[in-house]
């Protein structure tokens, strides 16, 4: 039995500068059945003697603060997941803040589930939201909709989502490591929960507010797919063997994948090795990504 509806898990590194604001969320929250589990991937900064700060405050939540040697974000999930008392487990990183109702709606949405439909549902999700108040990437009509992570691309469902996961699922999905690399994309656990048929009830409410800073993951993919290129290449691999996902999504992977591994030292043959295309279809890809590029890039003008 978990002690808690909800862990909301915040792997962070160096930001004790922006934590202040998540804080000030979760304080905000107006469902208070929830713990705050904070896994410090290593910080060098001020994020230790702040987070001990905050532990001695009169909370409404639990807050449990856990220091590792320096990993990298998956490492840190991984054994976020070890330590978490929550039904559900929520990621927020620590650039961002939720909503002041975010934790009330993941519960109300997690209740929609029947006894029934929720052995084959991995969780939740929101929508992620700019401080503007618009909405990141793009979503489905209604209120909600359900389908895998692999569904989402035919269904012109982009973009990072509020997921949260039931913790006994996610468990059995832990992020691939890699000695010496610390990164590997989300997808490869969300396309693997999809391939054996979990779904993901979507509900489209602004519950998560995010800013892309430049140091963050999402900015910099192809100096991750450089320094991270085993990890990279197999979730490139097993994208490219699901039916599922559109060729666009193939091409661009394969493309994105190539120009970042190849900068990390690996041939052109051993990468059609290990990601299983000939050289025609990664010829083929890299002539179409540069295309895309070029038309980035003049657009821009």
């Not at 930001?15 to 604001?21: A, C, W």
């Not at 002539?287 to 821009?300: Q, S, V």
Request: positive net charge; charged residues 25%; aromatic residues 14%.
């Amino acid at each position: 039995m978990y002690k808690h509806k909800i862990t909301v898990f915040t792997p962070t590194y160096n930001r004790g500068s922006l934590l202040e604001k998540l804080f000030a969320s979760l304080q905000k929250q107006t469902f208070t059945d929830f713990e705050w589990l904070i896994v410090d991937d290593g910080s060098t900064d001020n994020t230790e003697e702040l987070l001990k700060r905050w532990q001695k405050m009169q909370l409404h939540f639990p807050l449990h603060y856990h220091r590792t040697p320096n990993g990298g974000k998956m490492r840190a999930v991984n054994y976020g997941l070890d330590l978490a008392q929550g039904e559900l487990f929520f990621v927020v990183d620590s650039d961002d803040y939720l909503t002041e109702t975010a934790l009330e709606r993941i519960d109300y949405w997690a209740n929609t589930l029947t006894p029934q439909q929720k052995p084959f549902f991995a969780g939740v999700s929101g929508d992620k939201i700019y401080e503007s108040g618009q909405s990141v990437g793009t979503t489905c009509a209604g209120k909600s909709f359900d389908c895998t992570a692999l569904e989402r691309d035919k269904l012109g469902v982009h973009g990072d989502k509020a997921e949260a996961f039931f913790t006994d699922v996610f468990r059995k999905y832990k992020f691939p490591e890699f000695t010496g690399e610390k990164f590997i994309t989300e997808s490869v656990v969300y396309y693997r929960m999809a391939k054996d048929g979990y779904k993901v009830r979507f509900f489209n409410e602004g519950i998560y507010v995010c800013d892309y800073l430049p140091d963050g993951l999402t900015k910099n993919a192809l100096s991750l797919h450089m320094h991270n290129p085993k990890g990279s290449m197999l979730a490139a691999k097993e994208r490219l063997t699901y039916p599922e996902l559109t060729k666009q999504l193939k091409i661009a992977t394969i493309y994105y994948c190539y120009k970042g591994v190849t900068q990390a030292g690996y041939s052109r043959s051993e990468i059609c090795t290990r990601l299983n295309i000939t050289n025609f279809q990664l010829s083929t890809a890299l002539f179409i990504g540069n295309l895309h590029e070029i038309k980035k890039k003049l657009l821009k003008k």
